[in-house]
């Protein structure tokens, strides 16, 4: 007696070449990492475009204050600013920490 080893077609060991690269849907899900990526960083610029850097002399200029003071203003932290150069670089203050800074309490002016 002879046995018949029936085989379906959807089971049957795949003859194409072995895949290379990446598993199924990885692909897809790649991409779409990407775009969440693409909206955060698009968020951050329109937030950074909204909220624009000013110069200590811009800075003086609304507070009335010399340059002397802003500059003392920053190293004691009382307004926070951010350095163009990490050695020697130029003050640069955010609106809106200045808004924060003008409507905190008048006595740490």
């Known amino acids: 007696m002879e046995r018949?080893?029936?085989?379906?077609p959807a089971l049957a060991p795949a003859t194409s070449q072995?895949?290379?690269g990446r598993p199924a849907g990885s692909r897809s899900s790649y991409f779409v990492k990407l775009e969440e990526q693409a909206r955060q960083q698009a968020g951050l610029k329109a937030q950074l475009l909204s909220d624009p850097c000013l110069r200590i002399a811009e800075v003086e200029a609304i507070l009335?204050?010399?340059?002397g003071a802003v500059r003392r203003l920053i190293t004691?932290?009382?307004l926070?600013?951010?350095?163009?150069n990490?050695?020697?670089?130029?003050?640069?203050?955010r609106?809106?920490?200045l808004y924060r800074y003008l409507s905190g309490p008048a006595n740490d002016r």
Do not use: D, F
Not at 4 to 8: G, R
Not at 64 to 67: A, C, H, V
Not at 80 to 84: C, D, F
Not at 86 to 93: C, L, Q, T
């Open 4 to 8: 018949v080893l029936l085989v379906e």
């Open 76 to 78: 004691s932290g009382q």
């Open 64 to 67: 009335g204050l010399g340059y």
């Open 80 to 84: 926070k600013a951010t350095r163009t």
């Open 95 to 97: 609106t809106s920490e």
């Open 18 to 20: 072995p895949s290379r």
């Open 86 to 93: 990490v050695k020697n670089g130029h003050y640069r203050i």
